[in-house]
C-alpha cells in the first residue's frame, strides 16, 4: 500500500501525553518528522525521548496553547527543524464537565476549558495557516468530541467548546478549500487518557449516559476491581466496552495516511458495546 505519511512535517499540541503522545510516537514511527508541544515542556520531551529511542525524529517544546505565541513558535520550530508544516493536530485540551450548580467550585474550569479548547485550537490553526497556504497544501486535525454534537446536563461549557470547535474546522475548511484540509474526530468517553482529573463533578457524567448510567458505573467498578470479564475489553469482539487511546491515535494516523486531495473531513470513534447516548 502507498505511504502518505512517512516524511509529512507535524506538529501536536498536549504531546505530553494521552492521544498526543500517541499521535507523535504512531507518526514518527512512519516516518513522520513530529513537533510536540506541551504546557509541561519536561512531559513534551519525554515523547520526543521516546520517539528518538525508537528510531523516530522529534523536538519537543513547552507551549501554551492559549499564547498565540507560544503556538506559533510551535509552529516555526516545525519549519525550521523540518522545513515545513503538513499538518497541524490541535489536541491540547481538557474536560471539567459540572453542573451549573456547581458554579463556585467549576467557575475558573469553565472559563480554562473555552481558553484552551475553543481559542487554543483556534489558535493552531492560525499559526499553520500563513506556511500552508504558502506551500499551497496543509491538513488541520482538531481533536473535538461526541459532547459537541448536542447538549445535555452536566456538560455546558465543555459541550459547548467542542461545539466551537467543531464550527471553527468547517469554516477553516470552506475558507481554504483546495489549499488546507480539515479532519474533526469525536472520540466517545475514553477513561486511560488523563482527561478525568479535570472533571468538576464526576456525577455530571449522567449527562451523556443517560439511561445507562447504571450499566456505566457497574462496569467500571468491575474494571475497578478486576472482575470486568476480559472478553468486554476485547477490541476484537463486538460487545466492546471501553475504547483504548490507542484506537483514537489510529484514527488520527488514519486521516492523516491519506493522498494530499483525499479528505477525511469528520470521524467518530467509539467502542461498538460503549454505554454513550450522544
Given at each position: 500500500?502507498?505511504d502518505h505519511l512517512?516524511?509529512?512535517?507535524?506538529?501536536?499540541?498536549?504531546g505530553?501525553g494521552?492521544?498526543?503522545r500517541?499521535?507523535s510516537?504512531?507518526?514518527?514511527?512512519?516516518?513522520?518528522l513530529v513537533t510536540?508541544g506541551?504546557?509541561?515542556?519536561?512531559a513534551?520531551?519525554a515523547?520526543?525521548?521516546l520517539?528518538?529511542?525508537?528510531g523516530?525524529?522529534?523536538q519537543?517544546?513547552?507551549?501554551?496553547v492559549?499564547?498565540p505565541?507560544?503556538?506559533?513558535a510551535?509552529?516555526?520550530?516545525s519549519?525550521?527543524?523540518?522545513?515545513g508544516?503538513?499538518?497541524?493536530?490541535n489536541?491540547?485540551?481538557i474536560?471539567?464537565?459540572?453542573?451549573f450548580?456547581?458554579h463556585e467550585?467549576?467557575h475558573a474550569?469553565?472559563?480554562?476549558?473555552?481558553?484552551i479548547?475553543v481559542k487554543g485550537?483556534?489558535?493552531?490553526?492560525?499559526?499553520?495557516?500563513?506556511?500552508m497556504?504558502a506551500?499551497?497544501?496543509?491538513?488541520i486535525?482538531?481533536i473535538?468530541?461526541?459532547?459537541?454534537n448536542?447538549?445535555v446536563?452536566?456538560?455546558?461549557?465543555?459541550?459547548?467548546?467542542?461545539?466551537?470547535?467543531?464550527?471553527?474546522?468547517?469554516s477553516f475548511?470552506?475558507?481554504?478549500r483546495g489549499r488546507?484540509?480539515?479532519?474533526?474526530?469525536?472520540?466517545?468517553?475514553?477513561?486511560?487518557?488523563g482527561?478525568?482529573?479535570?472533571i468538576?463533578?464526576?456525577?455530571a457524567?449522567?449527562g451523556?449516559l443517560g439511561?445507562?448510567?447504571?450499566?456505566?458505573g457497574e462496569?467500571?467498578?468491575?474494571m475497578?476491581?478486576?472482575?470486568?470479564p476480559?472478553?468486554?475489553?476485547?477490541?476484537?469482539?463486538?460487545?466492546?466496552?471501553?475504547?483504548a487511546?490507542?484506537h483514537?491515535?489510529?484514527?488520527?494516523?488514519?486521516?492523516?495516511d491519506q493522498p494530499w486531495g483525499?479528505?477525511?473531513?469528520?470521524v467518530?470513534?467509539?467502542?461498538?458495546?460503549d454505554h454513550f447516548?450522544l
Open positions: 500500500m502507498t512517512a516524511g509529512k512535517t507535524i506538529v501536536v499540541t498536549g505530553g494521552g492521544f498526543g500517541l499521535v510516537q504512531k507518526a514518527a514511527a512512519r516516518g513522520a510536540c506541551d504546557v509541561d515542556a519536561a513534551a520531551q515523547t520526543a525521548d520517539i528518538a529511542a525508537a523516530g525524529r522529534a519537543a517544546l513547552g507551549a501554551d492559549t499564547r505565541d507560544q503556538v506559533a510551535l509552529v516555526r520550530a519549519v525550521d527543524r523540518h522545513g508544516i503538513d499538518v497541524m493536530v489536541n491540547a485540551g474536560m471539567p464537565l459540572g453542573f450548580a456547581d467550585k467549576g474550569a469553565w472559563l480554562r476549558c473555552i481558553d479548547n485550537v483556534l489558535n493552531g490553526m492560525v499559526a499553520a495557516y500563513d506556511p497556504m506551500a499551497g497544501r496543509g491538513q486535525v482538531n473535538s468530541s461526541i459532547y459537541g448536542f447538549p446536563i452536566g456538560a455546558a461549557a465543555y459541550g459547548a467548546s467542542k461545539a466551537a470547535v467543531n464550527f471553527l474546522s468547517e475548511r470552506i475558507e481554504t488546507i484540509k480539515v479532519t474533526t474526530v469525536k472520540p466517545t468517553g475514553v477513561p486511560a487518557t482527561l478525568s482529573g479535570s468538576v463533578n464526576r456525577a457524567v449522567v451523556i439511561h445507562n448510567m447504571a450499566a456505566y462496569m467500571a467498578a468491575m475497578a476491581d478486576g472482575s470486568l476480559p472478553e468486554r475489553l476485547d477490541a476484537a469482539r463486538m460487545d466492546y466496552q471501553s475504547l487511546p490507542d483514537i491515535a489510529d484514527a488520527v494516523i488514519h486521516a492523516i483525499v479528505s477525511i473531513a469528520e467518530t470513534v467509539r467502542a461498538a458495546g447516548i
